[in-house]
């Protein structure tokens, strides 16, 4: 069953979701060489709490951190610490705050200083390729259509597409239905309803697109060692167009 969020629920979502970009926007400030990595996940840790949310990933299946920052080859789920940011890193920062019970999800990759040429078009790439999703997250597209479209761009311009990982449904749970793969052949999967909420999240890659989970069984990084990029955003379906919940608009 995939939830439909009524006019009360949508409320707390906007919400959260707000909160939720606002602490993105604030991570990836923050990003500059000489920051650790801890010095972010305390910072939006701090911001998380101080506008009555909780943060949605500190202890969720035993995570241990706020907010998982994935530097170059990491490409997801990477546990802040001790490492400190250097000139040239691409730096992936992914949120989520749950606000009076509803969780807003969202991530974007930062540069830190000059990056490479190659580093840029990736995370140009990634979020670009999530906008071309989107295009199909309306009333009556079916799910592996924003799939589908995400893959195609994102293998048009030469990178890789994360298969192992997906994005999801978002709301009372963190992860609810349905899955939302970036990549697949178009017309599977549920049909999109006004009131459903999805994370969608497109994972790059500048190589091929497998991936392995490292023994702190978190961080994840590219098999090959390339760099790796990653955009989200929970996303409303309405009747329309569809409705990015995680904009940042000031608080
Ligand atoms: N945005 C990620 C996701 O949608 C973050 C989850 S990290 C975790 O799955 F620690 F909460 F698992
Ligand atoms: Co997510």
Redesign the pocket.
Known sequence: MIAIKSEHELVLMRQACKITAAARALAGDMVRPGVSTKQINKAVHDFIVGQDAKP??LH??G?PASV?ISVNETV??GIPGDYVLREGDIVSI?V?ANYQGFHG?C?ATFACGAISTEAKKLIDVTKRSFFEGIRFATHGHRVSDISHAIQTYVESNGFGIVRSFV??GVGAQ??EEPEVPNFGAPGRGPRLLPGMTI?V?PMVTAGTYEVKVLPDR?TTVTADGALAAHY?NTVLITDGEPEILTVYEGL
């Open positions: 949605s990933f969720y299946n995570y998982c997801i789920h992914d989520g999800d991530a994005g999801h963190l992860h994370a999240e978190w989200e």
